[in-house]
């Protein structure tokens, strides 16, 4: 995940077009980082925000002048910008990507709102008990299962005694858990997002382990919510329907499917999209669950710091 490493590529596919990805022999991350995805960043922000009835911040923290807020894997820098809208002037923002393509300029970015291109796998010692809220967001296409660990410990690091750390993933496998009535998508999730996954040595479920991890690193008040991201036909219309953000983000990992060898071919693996979800227009109450976790670093350390 180092910066340093990152080379952006070109990668074209029949039907699906041209893609831009951060370094895709060497990095672990699964999804390109273009103007495209960065329209879908912003519209799956939008759906993930519905499901939690606009809430930006489920940690029980209140923020105060000369405070400072670290948003991880900040993309296109929504959530800080929204965040940083409804809270005091005097509160500091810092979004971090390893990926600068899809930052806001300048010009829309208030003067207490700064983006950098920096790894959450090396952060600079500056960085060390410095932020009240550390967010972090939709990471599992991005850190192999062994690096998950590392990658909590960082934020520890980063988060001042008393602090909070915020992580939000959505669970691919949970939409057809203990279902039946949906054999595409759970092909699709369990055949070629599976196996891609573990090409990549990535962790699907890491929804469910980072409370552990968090406890792991040190932290406390460790809390947790769930909450449900329709898609199909059938979930209504409106900015909590997450279908075309869940479609572009299956369609965007085409590359890297058909390159690690789950699919023969972009055109068999996009069959397989379009059945999923015309799927999802048939089937009554079909949704992905979106975890959010929290955790408290304590005021008194243990560990020198």
């Not at 068999?268 to 109450?285: I, N, Q, S």
Request: hydrophobic content about 40%.
């Amino acid at each position: 995940m180092s910066a340093a490493a990152e080379v952006e590529t070109a990668v074209r596919l029949p039907g699906v077009g041209q893609r831009f990805f951060n370094d895709p022999k060497n990095s672990s991350y699964v999804l390109p980082a273009d103007s495209e995805e960065g329209r879908r960043l912003n519209e799956q922000h939008r759906n993930i925000c519905a499901a939690a009835e606009g809430t930006l911040v489920f940690a029980p923290v209140e923020l105060k002048d000369g405070d400072h807020v670290l948003d991880c894997a900040t993309g296109t820098g929504i959530w800080t910008l929204e965040l940083a809208s409804q809270s005091p002037p005097g509160v500091s923002f810092q979004g971090i990507d390893i990926s600068p393509h899809l930052f806001p300029p300048p010009s829309h970015t208030p003067s207490n709102v700064s983006f950098a291109r920096e790894s959450i796998l090396a952060l600079p010692p500056t960085f060390d008990n410095a932020f009240a809220l550390v967010n972090q967001r939709l990471l599992i296409g991005a850190f192999r299962a062994s690096e998950w660990p590392s990658v909590l410990q960082a934020l520890y690091r980063a988060t001042k005694p008393g602090g909070w750390v915020q992580l939000g993933e959505i669970r691919t496998l949970g939409i057809c858990d203990a279902r039946s009535d949906m054999p595409a998508t759970k092909r699709l999730v369990e055949t070629y997002t599976q196996k891609l996954f573990d090409a990549r040595e990535l962790d699907i479920d890491c929804a469910l382990h980072i409370e552990g991890w968090a406890r792991d690193a040190g932290f406390l008040n460790v809390g947790s919510t769930s909450r449900p991201v329709p898609v199909g036909a059938k979930a209504g219309e409106g900015e909590h329907n997450f279908t075309d953000g869940a479609i572009g983000y299956f369609t965007a990992i085409t590359a890297p499917t058909v390159t690690c060898g789950a699919a023969t071919s972009a055109e068999e693996y996009l069959e397989a999209v379009d059945a999923m979800r015309r799927e999802w227009d048939e089937v009554e109450g079909v949704n992905f669950p979106f975890h959010w976790v929290w955790a408290q670093k304590p005021e008194a350390q243990s560990n020198g710091e």
